[in-house]
């Protein structure tokens, strides 16, 4: 474990009302109360109905808002039922989540997903770029190949590095308490940043964080990989006690 400054992003998913507000104002008392953890960013992505809400009772700059995706044209039109990068950051998102497995599912292509991060990026948005193999590619043997494909399938070269996370999240790890081996998983994130910085032609590539079935138990395996710059938790952030433990076992 690096003493850089490491991000905790929780992605609410479908989850939460007004309410809910109590989580976050927890995470920011237990946060602003211990110094130790000056050295932690935290995000917590959630959904549209809530960000403009949130926004204006969250009084605190230890915690960000994020959006979980946004349609892909820019600005406002004719798309019902849809949300633009330019109305999540006039509502106080920070960050958006983009490219997530869930709705790659839902037939997002790389196309739509480069047409997202390029809207994204104009509004000035820190975008969490997702990427993962499912089983049957880490079966075979493919999942660099995949990693790679879904890198060179949705950025570009001329995209702002410093405003993109890259968050690997293994399919077949999302909500199944199954997670990858620690030298496994520190080759994975070490040829991710190989990747991008042979794509980006830089040698400060984007930030690398991990998800999937993160919690309090098991993130003390993560700590010893310096590799990894923070990570994406999913249904663990949707609790104010769950998404503390992480951070303080994480710093045990």
């Known amino acids: 474990m690096t003493n850089n400054l490491k991000y905790f992003i929780g992605n609410w998913k479908m989850f939460g009302d007004f309410g809910s507000f109590k989580i976050i104002h927890k995470i920011n008392q237990y946060i602003s109360k211990n110094k130790k953890f000056n050295k932690c960013k935290i995000v917590l992505c959630v959904p549209n109905t809530l960000l403009d809400f949130f926004n204006k009772k969250l009084k605190s700059q230890l915690v960000s808002l994020g959006a979980q995706n946004c349609h892909q044209e820019e600005g406002y039109g004719a798309f019902t039922g849809s949300v633009s990068a330019l109305m999540l950051k006039k509502m106080g ?60 399938g949705s950025l570009e070269k001329k995209f702002n590095k410093n405003k993109i996370f890259i968050a690997y999240e293994p399919i077949w790890s ?45 993130i003390r395996l993560f700590s010893s990989i310096a590799e990894i710059d923070g990570f994406l938790i999913g249904g663990a952030s949707q609790s104010s006690k769950k998404f503390i433990d992480i951070i303080k076992n994480y710093y045990k």
């Open 93 to 152: 998102a920070k960050y958006i989540i983009l490219g997530h497995s869930e709705n790659r599912s839902e037939g997002e292509t790389y196309g739509i997903i480069k047409r997202k991060i390029t809207s994204a990026l104009k509004q000035k948005l820190n975008v969490i770029f997702c990427i993962g193999e499912n089983y049957k590619e880490k079966k075979n043997g493919k999942t660099f190949i995949t990693l790679r494909k879904q890198i060179k």
């Open 174 to 218: 999302i909500g199944t308490n199954k997670i990858p081996k620690t030298n496994e998983l520190r080759n994975t994130i070490k040829f991710i940043k190989r990747d991008l910085n042979f794509f980006f032609n830089t040698n400060k590539c984007p930030k690398i964080l991990y998800g999937g079935s993160v919690n309090p138990k098991n």
